[in-house]
């Protein structure tokens, strides 16, 4: 699984994000976000192969960063699975506030 950079403040997320592998995403993608000196950011889901609950806390944890550094953050293509996962746990309002697209 790999967050990669694919145009100035565009993401694109890849792979299998679950407990085993959420730590180590949610760091990678905070290092390459902080990098970003775009105003917003745009992750991209729809390269996600498989997910758990585990890739909510990782969403949730870039919103914080993406609000204390004043920057604007949406998700585009949110999986089916994913977008009803976070419905279940009460979630959805929070990415859907800051822009959770889906296409």
């Known amino acids: ?5 694919v145009a100035p403040g ?8 679950n407990f085993t592998t959420s730590a180590m995403i ?3 993608g905070a290092r390459l976000l902080l990098t970003s000196t775009e105003d917003g950011w745009e992750i991209d889901l729809s390269g ?9 806390s ?10 204390k550094l004043q920057k604007s953050i949406g998700f585009t293509a ?7 996962l976070a419905q279940v746990c009460g979630v959805q ?11």
């Open 1 to 5: 699984m790999t967050l990669t950079a």
């Open 10 to 17: 565009q993401f694109k997320l890849h792979g299998l994000v």
């Open 26 to 28: 949610e760091e990678q």
């Open 48 to 56: 996600i192969s498989q997910a758990d609950s585990s890739a909510l």
């Open 58 to 67: 990782v969403f949730l944890s870039w919103l914080r960063l993406a609000k």
């Open 78 to 84: 949110m999986p089916e699975q994913l977008q009803a």
């Open 93 to 103: 309002p929070l990415l859907n506030s800051v822009g959770c697209h889906q296409n």
